[in-house]
């Protein structure tokens, strides 16, 4: 009776130190998931100030399914500018648009606005970045990177300052954006035309001005992304203008306004 006694007894105490054990391990793994839960979850702060007034060249995208990760071509031919007004503008090959945001943390929604819809060829990415774009749910700064990322499946959206992708001797990107104020307003014999002038277009070598041809496939927009009408535009407005780098070299040189927002 004794030693069965005693074998009971061992057998009791090897059941309570496995159960023990069992316990144990069970508490780490679930603390183990909630930390990589976490790590998941964490984003870099991001502020209106990090992020607004650059011009975001779209330099790669990260996605989940397949995992993979690919570079954009030309990524100068697709950006995305955000201003301290809630408003956005992009450019998507050769089409450009604006539209408005909401930044809540990291949180972030993009309401698509006004867009010029001419066919930009066969290897262009234009309609998959508007895609993307349309289905942003985050935001998140990784060492002066900007990520976008798509909530549902995970993917990230790469972008870079445009000064760390453009040679400073391509004088011609630095001309696609000019900020200023309209000094006069005339109708050319197809189309309206205006003249556009700041110290940053002087300072460039226009000291007359930049004119600008408004013509039917031209977007103009208020500063809220709504519609404009051309006939509504008056001598003394502030513009931000898009448009192509290519300039007549009659003075003052002459271009054509893809995108015209007001500031």
């Known amino acids: 009776m004794q030693t069965i006694r005693k074998i009971l007894t061992?057998?009791?105490?090897?059941?309570?130190?496995?159960?023990?054990l069992l316990v144990s391990g069970c508490t780490e793994t679930v603390n183990d998931e909630e930390d990589m839960?976490?790590?998941?979850?964490?984003?870099?702060?991001?502020?209106?100030?990090?992020?607004?007034?650059?011009?975001?060249q779209w330099s790669g995208l990260i996605e989940t399914e397949p995992a993979s990760q690919s570079v954009v071509p030309h990524p100068e031919s697709y950006t995305i500018s955000f201003?301290?007004?809630?408003?956005?503008?992009?450019?998507?090959?050769?089409?450009?648009?604006?539209?408005?945001y909401t930044l809540e943390g990291n949180e972030l929604?993009?309401?698509?606005?006004?867009?010029?819809?001419?066919?930009?060829?066969?290897?262009?990415?234009?309609?998959?970045?508007?895609?993307?774009?349309?289905?942003?749910?985050?935001?998140?700064?990784?060492?002066?990177?900007?990520?976008?990322?798509?909530?549902?499946?995970?993917?990230?959206i790469l972008f870079v300052q445009r000064e760390e992708l453009t040679d400073s001797n391509e004088e011609s990107e630095s001309l696609s954006i000019f900020n200023g104020t309209i000094s006069s307003l005339e109708d050319g014999t197809s189309y309206q035309m205006f003249l556009l002038e700041s110290e940053e277009i002087s300072i460039l070598g226009y000291t007359r001005g930049i004119k600008f041809v408004i013509s039917e496939e031209t977007v103009i927009v208020d500063p809220n992304g709504?519609?404009?009408?051309?006939?509504?535009?008056?001598?003394?407005?502030?513009?931000?203008?898009?448009?192509?780098?290519?300039?007549?070299?009659?003075?003052?040189?002459?271009?054509?306004?893809?995108?015209?927002?007001?500031?």
């Open 37 to 56: 839960n976490d790590e998941e979850m964490e984003y870099e702060s991001v502020s209106l100030d990090d992020i607004s007034e650059i011009e975001w």
């Open 226 to 263: 709504s519609l404009f009408d051309a006939e509504d535009l008056k001598e003394g407005m502030e513009l931000r203008v898009f448009f192509s780098p290519t300039l007549t070299k009659s003075i003052p040189p002459i271009g054509q306004a893809k995108l015209i927002r007001l500031i």
């Open 109 to 156: 929604t993009l309401a698509p606005g006004p867009m010029t819809l001419a066919y930009c060829g066969p290897d262009s990415l234009d309609n998959q970045y508007l895609s993307l774009l349309n289905n942003v749910t985050n935001i998140s700064m990784d060492n002066n990177q900007l990520v976008l990322g798509i909530g549902e499946t995970g993917d990230r």
């Open 83 to 100: 201003a301290q007004d809630g408003t956005y503008s992009i450019k998507a090959d050769c089409n450009v648009g604006s539209g408005s």
């Open 10 to 20: 061992l057998l009791f105490i090897c059941t309570l130190v496995t159960a023990a």
